[in-house]
């Protein structure tokens, strides 16, 4: 997709009600760190629309971002912050999980998962949560830059085996700061879109 116009057109907190879009939605989760706005910018052609660089006990919010008036890309909150509250894990978790279930645009979920360590508890708790859902989570493996091109290929298999991928699940590296895997991200999007 060329991107034309962005807007970040709704941000909902624990309390707000789910916008009712009529556009198709593809969302993308993952833990704080793992390179999420990064991606997001990346996809978006923006330097810093999505917020980078979370700080524990920031606004733990959904962001529906319309593009080109076609579709939604939506930012879940990002998960494993040890330093946040039991009542706010609990809180993150409902949102998610009530927008996940309620969510009648939804197309696909990517998780967004860093490449270099193998899935934590709390990566393989989201990809459960995803496909106990009726989703099967598309997996970017985050910041490829950060290996050597020989070690990808193992590193992506210890993402597989970790999260217990199913063998036609897709698992795409990609990196930030050279864009590696953006078009291959977008033309599955278009893809989904499509169908
Ligand atoms: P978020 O919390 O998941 O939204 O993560 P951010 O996008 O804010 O990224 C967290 C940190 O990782 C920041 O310092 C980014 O600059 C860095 N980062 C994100 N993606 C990449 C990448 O692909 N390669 C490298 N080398 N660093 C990245």
């Not at 999505?50 to 990002?78: E, W």
């Not at 899935?119 to 493996?141: F, L, R």
């Not at 977008?186 to 893809?191: A, V």
């Amino acid at each position: 997709m060329i991107i034309k116009e962005v807007n970040l057109e709704t941000v909902c907190g624990y309390t707000s009600k789910l916008p009712d879009n009529q556009k198709p939605e593809i969302a993308f989760a993952g833990k704080s760190n793992v390179g999420k706005s990064s991606l997001i910018n990346a996809l978006m052609n923006r330097k810093s629309l999505a917020r980078t660089s979370a700080q524990p006990g920031k606004t733990q919010t959904i962001n529906f971002y319309n593009i080109n008036d076609v579709m939604y890309l939506v930012d879940l909150p990002g998960y494993g912050y040890a330093k946040v509250a039991e009542s706010e894990k609990k809180k993150w978790g409902q949102m998610i999980e009530n927008y996940l279930h309620n969510s009648k645009q939804l197309r696909a979920v990517f998780l967004l998962i860093d490449i270099r360590h193998a899935p934590s508890a709390n990566d393989k708790m989201m990809y459960d949560w995803i496909v106990y859902q009726g989703y099967e989570p598309i997996i970017i493996a985050t910041k490829m830059d950060k290996l050597k091109r020989s070690q990808i290929s193992k590193h992506v298999k210890l993402v597989r085996e970790g999260l217990g991928l199913k063998k036609e699940s897709i698992v795409i590296p990609f990196s930030a700061t050279s864009k590696q895997g953006r078009e291959e991200i977008w033309n599955l999007m278009d893809s989904i879109l499509e169908s």
